[in-house]
């Protein structure tokens, strides 16, 4: 076991939730609500002592910077006084293009933020609408082109397929369409349809694709970005330049990694155990200690038979297999 972690912090407001979303999340929040989150947050990272260096910061939701851009940049900041990051930490934060302009971007970079995960999903502006996201491709464009001029230099964007009405040449046009923007890192998902999501109770009337034509889009889809230069080296991502996410690495490879705020997973200490998925509960326990907003003490340490099973399963996601690298 190496003496290095990685650090995931859950923002989890939005401007409004994303038809298909089932992650936890609060639309059209007030202000007051994020600074007490604010403040949660820097009281759990307070409780956490360690000596072990930092190699990856990931900051998701939610829309992070619905958050605040202001508040993101208190918060890294806070996290550079409590940690030991190395010299080349990966620090990503997750974007929706409509909620962030260029200064934002700018005060972003400079704070230190390295790494953009944008959430395009599509190139088609009636898919990105039947699916409720609140940009156009236009916008995650000028967003994704905004953060090129301030210097951000690593820049993924999100892409989803088997989306209702997506046919392969939509798809092959929102790939070109992406590529196109210069980013050198791209996830693709599969669309879930999880119960309880307004897409799900839809789901009668969308025009979904059978097994077959998701099977067509997404091998469509690997054959376009590996014909273009990206390395497939885990299931959902590709990468140019070398551009791999460290972050999303060390969950494969099976490394540490500690979650703060409201339902945040952690592995940590031979566990796997997750903050309580409320905002305000969350707020009230960290008032009491590192572990309390967790269910840290009523989960299973995991047994070394477990540990093997897990090592091999994660790492066939990636492009090495199940050799599992020491660091």
Same mark, same amino acid.
């Given at each position: 076991m190496t003496n290095n972690i990685s650090l995931y912090f859950h923002i989890p407001? /939005? !401007?409004? +939730?994303?038809?298909? /979303?089932?992650?936890?999340?609060?639309?059209?929040?007030?202000e007051a609500i994020k600074d007490e989150y604010l403040q949660a947050l820097f009281r759990q990272v307070s409780c956490f002592q360690t000596l072990e260096r930092v190699t990856s910061i990931y900051f998701?939701?939610?829309?992070?910077? *619905?958050?605040? *851009?202001? $508040?993101? /940049? +208190?918060? %890294?900041?806070?996290?550079?006084?409590?940690? =030991?990051?190395?010299?080349d930490c990966e620090i990503t934060v997750e974007v929706n293009p409509k909620t962030v302009d260029r200064d934002g971007l700018l005060?972003?970079?400079?704070?230190?933020?390295?790494?953009? &995960?944008?959430?395009?999903?599509? #190139?088609?502006?009636?898919? %990105?609408?039947? =699916?409720?996201?609140?940009?156009?491709?236009?916008? @995650?464009?000028?967003?994704?082109?905004?953060a090129h001029s301030v210097g951000f230099t690593n820049v993924s964007a999100d892409v989803i397929f088997a989306l209702p009405s997506l046919t392969v040449e939509i798809l #092959?046009?929102?790939?070109?369409?992406?590529?196109?923007?210069? !980013?050198?890192? =791209? &996830? #693709?998902?599969?669309?879930?349809?999880?119960?309880?999501?307004?897409?799900? @109770? $839809? $789901?009668?009337?969308? #025009?979904l694709p059978t097994e077959d034509e998701e099977e067509e889009q997404y091998s469509l889809l690997c054959d376009v970005l590996k014909g273009n230069g990206f390395t497939h080296y885990e299931v959902s991502t590709f990468c140019n330049d070398g551009r791999y996410s460290r972050h999303n690495l060390a969950y494969w490879f099976r490394r540490r990694y500690f979650g703060f705020g409201a339902s945040a997973h952690s592995f940590y200490n031979g566990r796997r155990f997750s903050n309580v998925a409320d905002v305000n509960r969350y707020i009230e326990l960290t008032r009491d200690g590192l572990f309390e907003p967790t269910d840290y003490f009523s989960s299973p340490r995991i047994t070394e038979r477990e540990a093997v099973e897990e090592k091999i399963m994660l790492a066939l996601r990636t492009y090495r297999g199940a050799i599992i690298p020491e660091s």
């Open positions: 407001f /939005c !401007v409004k +939730k994303c038809d298909y /979303c089932a992650f936890y999340s609060l639309a059209d929040q007030g998701g939701g939610g829309t992070p910077t *619905v958050f605040g *851009v202001d $508040r993101l /940049c +208190k918060l %890294l900041h806070f996290i550079r006084r409590r940690f =030991i990051l190395t010299d005060a972003l970079y400079e704070a230190g933020f390295n790494r953009l &995960s944008v959430g395009v999903q599509s #190139a088609n502006d009636e898919i %990105l609408a039947q =699916i409720g996201r609140i940009h156009t491709f236009a916008d @995650a464009q000028r967003c994704i082109e905004d #092959a046009d929102t790939l070109q369409k992406i590529m196109s923007t210069g !980013v050198n890192h =791209i &996830s #693709a998902y599969s669309l879930q349809l999880e119960e309880g999501t307004p897409l799900y @109770a $839809r $789901r009668g009337t969308l #025009a």
